[in-house]
């Protein structure tokens, strides 16, 4: 009996450490998307060449920056059309930037646009992954934007330039689908209305039961605010440069579940130490004119489209990579981001990390949660 038990309690054991290492080990290459890839990073490839040709390198670099994430609604099942979805997320992000810009500078003003930011994000999360995905991005926009106080002017321009991001990854998107602006295609799909007013139910719906007390979202934002909000204040408190990358890894790596932000934190971690590596060496040993910074930038921002079902820590990988390369096209900063986005990372992910984890030891997790989790570590994801 003793010895069953036993083998029945290392058997769980190994299950829940395969599960929680699935981000980091995990390569199921057969979900790569290279070819929507290029699509999408056309758009940014553009938006650098115009800003550095123009003179305006760190504009267009902004603008690249908004048409990156924007590429990401083609991995996303679209709300009613890609195009829709691309156009909400693309408001979304500006009115982040502009509420972030505005408020940056103030401590309070930064803590509270963050939780709010948070809060919003979390209860899109049980919305479906299209809504979650537009409520992170969001968020994410809002933490960075809030780091530069650079003034109204800037603030204007910033979200000016996340528009025309925005407007660029849409005209990209529809000069590839011009086949689908087809009399015929288009009388085939279904109606945008119907569908618009059925997911509207739908949330309204969920989004009742979601904010039940004691319901796992009402945890789940609990958590995001103490999380996103204690990482906030502490790169306020100590004046920590670049410290905006450890509110936004928080709010990257928390997850309803605790599995799955153990998961994601390992892979984040392990992920931004080999990227940042990789970056720094470049930095130091490899002269960058502006057409390989250029070069490594659009490769890498592929490679992010490419692998970003595909494993976790190989994305963090490449999004490292990426946005290194392009703060330096965009003239934001040199040698020092790579190290600077691993300190940060590792700030925002332990804290992420010990406040699920002591959420959990306080058994503060709603217990139709904890079932959830215990389902998912016997079935897997």
């Not at 550095?52 to 709300?79: P, R």
């Not at 809002?142 to 603030?155: E, K, N, T």
């Not at 990789?278 to 130091?284: K, R, T, W």
Request: hydrophobic letters at 55%; aromatic letters at 10%.
């Amino acid at each position: 009996m003793n010895c069953t038990v036993t083998c029945e309690s290392r058997s769980h054991t190994l299950r829940r450490l395969l599960h929680i290492s699935l981000d980091t080990t995990a390569f199921p290459w057969a979900k790569r998307t290279p070819a929507a890839g290029l699509q999408s990073v056309i758009a940014v490839a553009v938006a650098l060449i115009v800003g550095k040709v123009s003179g305006h390198a760190s504009a267009g670099a902004i603008a690249a920056g908004a048409a990156f994430t924007i590429g990401f609604a083609l991995f996303h099942e679209a709300l009613a059309s890609t195009l829709l979805s691309m156009a909400i997320v693309t408001l979304g992000l500006a009115s982040g930037t502009l509420a972030g810009s505005l408020g940056a500078g103030i401590p309070a003003l930064v803590l509270i646009l963050a939780i709010i930011a948070s809060i919003n994000y979390g209860l899109l999360a049980d919305l479906g992954s299209t809504s979650s995905w537009i409520g992170q991005q969001c968020a994410v926009f809002v933490v960075i934007a809030s780091y530069f106080p650079l003034g109204v002017h800037y603030a204007v321009g910033r979200t000016e330039m996340v528009l025309a991001g925005g407007a660029l990854q849409m005209l990209s998107y529809t000069a590839f689908h011009l086949h689908r602006l087809h009399p015929r295609a288009l009388a085939a799909r279904p109606p945008v209305v119907p569908l618009l007013r059925t997911r509207a139910l739908r949330i309204l719906k969920q989004m009742r039961k979601d904010l039940a007390w004691g319901s796992s979202m009402v945890s789940y934002i609990l958590r995001l605010v103490l999380a996103v909000g204690l990482s906030s204040a502490i790169y306020q408190t100590f004046h920590i440069r670049n410290g905006y990358w450890a509110p936004m890894t928080a709010l990257l790596v928390l997850k309803p579940q605790w599995s799955n932000t153990l998961s994601r934190g390992i892979a984040r971690l392990f992920g931004t130490l080999l990227g940042a590596g990789v970056a720094l060496i470049f930095a130091l040993w490899v002269p960058l004119p502006a057409w390989l910074t250029f070069t490594l930038c659009v490769a890498a921002a592929w490679g992010c489209y490419a692998t970003q079902a595909v494993n976790y820590a190989l994305f963090s990988f490449a999004i490292t990579i990426y946005i290194v390369f392009l703060f330096r096209f965009g003239g934001f900063s040199d040698r020092s981001a790579a190290h600077l986005r691993l300190v940060n990372t590792a700030i925002g992910g332990g804290i992420a990390l010990a406040i699920d984890f002591l959420w959990r030891l306080l058994n503060l997790h709603p217990q139709h949660e904890t079932q959830t989790a215990l389902a998912d570590i016997h079935g897997g994801q």
